[in-house]
């Protein structure tokens, strides 16, 4: 039996902000949330920048026998909290086997394996205490516990599309009856070992990230985490939730083509993703009003996604807003899908499209309307957020607004 | 979303991978040196259950690949990170990062095999495989494909990190399936070893020997409900349970399903051959069970783990 499912609550960590609001106001303000890493020492690398969420404090979220958990699941704990309080969904109450979890990451918990890795690389025979913390799927689990939530716990390990793939997860899960309220998003943590292995793919911008300019350098790594809860429309309505928007549809597909590289060809990967994004929404093309791009700010990626638009939605693409929000928060990369995606929401709700900072030359390659610098005010109904990652992974939503009444 | 028609998934082709395991043998050496372990399991598991099935030319149009693996990057991250260490961080190989990532396992393997459906991994600890399967029914079902590779792989944990595991050092090994809708089988004559009904999934939570019944339970009472067979004949229980304590709760928790539905028939249990050690275990299970079932005869796999997933599936052996 098919379900419509709508988005009731939202919690968002982010480089420019932690909640709804702030992260909301840093985007329409055109913040940037890069800064010199702090994190580690980057002396020895040619890069020293990135969008590290600084203001985050653990104990502000998560009870004492929590805080020992590592960073992605902190995060992931804390970004649940405000989800779940901003539907107002008390999970007892609700029914703890009617909710579950579904999260995309691409390293997991790498800052705690690092500190393993440290400690045992320096004394073999000693066991540090953060152990079994490493564990990518204790992210999952340590968000099942904090809540007792008992539904199905999922954890996604495919890269930069891994927010997008949870989210999908979950409408799958909630279509089919199985469960009538998901916890879904995704998180990624600031690791040195991304720091140098992008560093040395020459993927890294070096002060600014510049999504479609001629100019652009590569990506700024990025963390945070995003979390939405997940609803049917009828339960959502049974107990008067705030209704956020729609999940209308999404698509996904695999480039098989480069581990690393984007396909550029016509029946790229990107395109059918949103093809089937388009069709498994039941739409038309000219009902998106807007694309949440994955604009990583890397020349392939930047070049191919604006063909692959302009292959899909043809003509249409010069009329239609794409806007990339890695401009100010980074490259999240599991969390982008899921920013992306409340990104769109906050902007339908707001009527406002976040815009692509740092544009300053436009390439003759990305010739479409990338929303520069400043934000612009449009009664957008319908959004398409893509995300493609390494490996050739590529998923993008279609989130909608939501008509019949308690909008927020 | 547009209204989804109900899909049925049968399985096609079965491919494993066990300890010693030629690589360069199987694979080829081309581009070997830069597919981690665990994709070379996966890897050799999956062309292995594609010549199974018989698949035809220009499969990969329509096929995908759903990898389950909870460890499968770990030796990656520790050899790169030794290698920062011993030759500086800004000397890392750029060639060997995106191995740190569990997303290569299946994305190499989209690449070798021409998959362009799509390409998924997952990672939930002891029931990885079975919830990579489950993933890949529902994503069958919903048409994101008509065929998916889905099971599970992980490489031998180096020593440094042997110890984190109650169970030990980790065996080399891979199992995936070819899962195929149905009628997509039936019309390129495939042969079928059994069909996928249904799945239970719930989180288990550590706190509690009690809550391990309670949560096998909702898994089963899920895949009997999914199934959705007023008749289902269940003539044999796969264990996922690693001592006699978890071996009664599972086997209370399925016969209670059975009672409040009184649908099933004599329940054989089989064995504790395969202690849950790793999110491929249940992959041999399932294997197994697809080998030893008699036509239409029914059994469930369970796979669960304290503080992990609780998953049970059932499947209908075809002859």
Redesign the interface.
Known sequence: MSQRIVVTGIGVISPIGIGKEPFFNGLMQGKSGCALVKGFDTSQLKYHYGCEVSAFRSEEFLPEAFLRYGRASAFSMAAARMALADAGLEVPDFGQEQIGISIGTGLGEMQTLEHCLRQRLMAPDSLPETAPLWEGHHITRSVAELFSIKGPNMLFSTACSAGSDAIAYACMRLQSGQQTAMLAGGVEVFSQMAFWGFSRMKAVADQECRPFDAGRKGIMIGEGAGLLVLETLASAIARKAPIYGEINGWGTSSDAYHMTAPDPGPDGGMARAMRQAIRNSGIGLKDIDYICAHGTGTAANDKIETAAIKTVFGDYAYQLPVSSIKSMIGHTGGAAGALGTIASLLAINNKTIPPTINYQNPDPECDLDYVANQMRQADIRMVMNNSFAFGGNNTSLVIGKYDGGLGV | ????SKREVVITGIGTIAAPFNAAEMLGKKGLKYLSGTTRLALAAVQLAAKDAGLPEGF?AYS??VAGT??GH?NS??D???S??KD???????ME??N?????T???I??R?????????????KTAGA?ALC?AK??IE?K?AEVLFAGAAEETVSQ??A??FNTGARQAESVFFVLEEKSHAIKRNAGIYGAFLGYG???C??SSGLELQA?IH?AVS?AVQ?AGRPALSLQYLLTAASNQQESEQEEAAVRAVMNQTNTFGPLLKDGILLPEKTGVTSMFQIRKGLEAAKNKECFICNSFAS???CTSMIFESVR
Not at chain 2, 1 to 4: G, R
Not at chain 2, 100 to 104: E, G, K, P, Q
Not at chain 2, 113 to 125: E, P
């Open positions: 979303m547009n209204e989804q990969g995908g690949v909870s460890y770990l991250c520790i790169f990170y030794e920062a260490i500086g961080e800004a000397y890392v190989n750029p990062f995106p740190i990532m569990m997303t290569m299946a994305g190499q989209a690449i095999m021409g998959l362009k459906a799509l390409n998924k991994t997952v990672s939930t600890g919830d993933y529902d994503l919903t994101q440094m990190f110890n984190d999934s719930c989180f939570p550590a949560s909702r899920g999914q503080g992990e997933n």
